[in-house]
């Protein structure tokens, strides 16, 4: 039972529990004896509590003993992005790094759902005192290849950023879910260089808190990283609804992700966009063969019974003026997007308003196209995983070089207006290129995780990706 525990679902390894066929601690011991022996390759982690994950399996089989009611995800390891909070542990973001005295809220749920903390992934900076160069933003200080996280389709390349730890964790199954947050696209992009599921969920759906330095997810979001849809629903179910410590959690009940997993797309109307009508601008030679392959994913929906309508509607590029002008906007809010610059730059009353009016009619935009389709699909990433030494130029010296003045809207170009617009959005793995993962965005209206994730999970049913990574 142990080797087969690596690539079972999450879902199916806590069925498992229930009936007591297998215990909390030989899942426990088994998915972190995979991370003793890959971690050191693959640099996934950034902190591991050997004991803290012991002492919680033990306590989760003596539930399992006394009959007690189980959480949807007893006895289930896994990890959190290191700039999550996660009480006794070093939270860890550029320039920080701390001990935590408090559990962020999702990381609450998580545990009364019955998950199992194991500690936390490294994320993009990891090892680095990492900054941006105020006269060039966008422009990173050199990053510490020491303690980055690699591919393990491939060591000599990058799993994406952010969520870089978490994506190579769930790609090469050292556990079975793991938590990222998306600023940009940082828990989607990554998914989709490491080939699996990357979830950035509606504005508000799952609460934050940061008592020691207060912050609000505008365009971030917390979301899972995982090899199956199904596992990716439970764990979005478990964080998911309103908190009041959180100014913008939603308020009200959202459709459940997991009921609808099962109904199909027959029926269902969907839309196609090769670029959204500006991102060609960052495309690169290799970028129509990656779109190709989205493509023809997005089209196969039609033998499930979907219709699939290519759209050439425009959307405007919040880079379009260039980087300056793109993290000007959220700054002025203090998000937690991992950009802002201290002391925060000073509001530009006129870039402002031009930021925020562009924002509507995009919202407005696509207000229109969700009366007439359920959701809009298109290529995740434009972009396979790059070499480690490509991947640091792009980010640090090359930067002024791309459109836009930074390979941060380059790297977000097909993910960011979600973001932006605070609409879910969900990659799925949905074919190679020159052997390297390629994912299927699938984006919906505000609160229609349920949309996304139905058709994300009909589509993994119905075409399975049965590969693993080379290093696993």
């Known amino acids: 039972m142990s080797e087969e525990l690596t690539w079972l679902p999450a879902w ?10 297998v215990s909390c601690v030989e899942v426990t011991e088994h998915f972190l004896g995979r991370i003793e022996e890959f971690n050191p390759v693959l640099r996934a982690f950034e902190q591991v509590d050997h004991a803290g994950a012991r002492e919680q399996a033990r306590r989760a089989d003596r539930a399992v003993a006394g009959g007690e009611p189980l959480g949807p995800l007893h006895g289930i390891p896994t990890s959190v992005k290191s700039h999550i909070r996660v009480e006794g542990l070093h939270y860890v973001q550029p320039g920080t790094d701390v001990v935590s005295t408090f559990d962020d809220i999702c990381v609450e749920r998580l545990r009364r759902a019955g998950a199992i903390i194991i500690g936390t992934n490294t994320m993009m900076g990891a090892g680095a005192d990492l900054t941006l160069a105020r006269d060039r933003p966008g422009v990173f200080s050199p990053f510490n290849w020491d303690a980055e996280a690699l591919s ?3 060591t000599t390349r990058v799993p994406g ?17 793991t938590i990222g947050s998306d600023g940009g696209g940082s828990t989607r992009l990554p998914a989709a260089y490491s080939g699996v599921v990357g979830l950035h969920t509606s504005r508000g759906l799952i609460p934050h808190v940061n008592y020691d330095k207060p912050t609000m997810l505008l365009t ?9 849809v199904r596992d990716a629903a439970l764990f979005t179910r478990a964080m998911s609804g309103g908190d009041g410590r959180d100014y913008v959690s939603l308020q009200d009940d959202t459709p459940d992700p997991v009921e609808a997993l099962d109904r199909g ?4 109307s969907m839309a196609w966009t090769e670029d959204f009508g500006f991102a060609a601008t960052y495309a690169t030679a290799d970028s129509a ?28 590029d919040r880079a379009e003026r260039g980087t300056v002008r793109w993290t000007v906007e959220p700054s002025v809010y ?17 870039l402002y308003r031009e930021q925020a009016q562009s924002r509507a009619r995009n919202w407005e935009h696509f207000q229109r196209l969700f009366r007439r389709y359920d959701v809009i699909l298109s290529v995740t990433a434009q972009r396979i995983a790059a070499p480690v030494e490509e991947w640091e130029r792009a980010w640090t010296v090359d930067g002024p070089t791309f459109p836009g003045g930074s390979f941060a809207p380059v790297y977000c170009s097909h993910t960011m207006i979600f973001n932006w617009l605070g609409f879910p959005a969900v990659t799925v793995p949905c074919g190679f290129v020159d052997g390297l993962p390629v994912g299927l965005q699938i984006a919906a209206w505000h ?9 994300a999970a009909a589509f993994q049913q119905a075409f399975p990706r049965d590969e693993h990574p080379v290093v696993s």
């Open 12 to 21: 199916r390894i806590r069925d498992l529990i229930g009936k007591r066929e």
């Open 289 to 316: 063969r990656i779109i190709d392959v989205a493509r023809a994913a997005a089209q196969s929906l039609t033998t499930l019974g979907a219709t699939v309508d290519p759209t050439e509607e425009v959307w405007e």
């Open 152 to 154: 393990p389709w491939d």
């Open 447 to 455: 609160g229609r995780e349920d949309l996304v994730l139905r058709v």
């Open 334 to 350: 203090e998000v937690m997007v991992g950009t802002n610059s201290a002391p925060l730059p000073a509001l530009d009353p006129v």
């Open 265 to 268: 797309v027959e029926g269902m």
């Open 220 to 228: 971030a979001s917390y979301g899972p990283l995982a090899r199956y």
């Open 161 to 177: 950023w952010s969520s870089s730890g978490g994506a190579a964790t769930a790609a090469a199954r050292l556990l079975p879910v």
